[in-house]
Nanobody
Framework: QAQLVESGGGLVQAGGSHRLSCTAT????????MGWYRQVPGKQRELVAR???????NYADSVSGRFTISRDKAENTLDLQMNSLKPEDTAVYYC???????????????WGQGTQVTVSS
């Protein structure tokens, strides 16, 4: 059972940059994919960025060109570099990991506890 822990949340001014990190109890390269999601009260959790084991990435349209997802092998972290932040980026950000196992037709999904990012205007 893998555990994910996010860090780096906080208060940021609009237009600024911020970085989130996610550590895992397993090697981050053992997962088939990892991602960052976010959620605001009253709305569904949405995908922000995702990276596969083959290093393919995809981003939500709303963050494309501003956010970058990456994996740090030395630190064993999944990172999200957020630039040109906007007030609408305010949300709880969650780290996510997917693991394919032979006994299941669907991947195991792991979530972190979330970290709040607030962007002030």
């Amino acid at each position: 059972q893998a555990q994910l822990v996010e860090s780096g949340g906080g208060l940021v001014q609009a237009g600024g940059s911020h970085r989130l990190s996610c550590t895992a109890t397993a090697s981050i390269f053992s997962f088939n994919a990892m991602g960052w999601y976010r959620q605001v009260p009253g709305k569904q959790r949405e995908l922000v960025a995702r990276i596969t084991s083959g290093a393919g990435t995809n981003y939500a349209d709303s963050v494309s060109g501003r956010f970058t997802i990456s994996r740090d092998k030395a630190e064993n972290t999944l990172d999200l570099q957020m630039n040109s932040l906007k007030p609408e980026d305010t949300a709880v950000y969650y780290c996510n990991a997917e693991l394919l196992v032979m006994e299941r037709s669907t991947p195991l999904i792991y979530w972190g506890q979330g970290t709040q990012v607030t962007v002030s205007s």
